[in-house]
């Protein structure tokens, strides 16, 4: 019994100290776009990186007309 009077302090504390915490991060924006990571990942930016244009295609346009010929 008398390990819970100093148990039920001390979980107090720590839940002050959490509240805290959660009030600091919903002030700082942290929750603010919860979908957003989860999107990104998916958003293709790979063409920027190939070399290719918005289109698809190759940003060259020498190579693009001999390619259809």
Known sequence: MEVIY?????????GLIFLAVLIW???KGQYED?????SRILMDDDEEMMGLSDDGKNGDANNSDSNSA
Not at 34 to 38: K, P, S, V
């Open 6 to 14: 100093s148990l039920i302090p001390g979980m107090m504390f720590f």
């Open 25 to 27: 991060a919903v002030k």
């Open 34 to 38: 919860m979908e957003g990571n989860a």
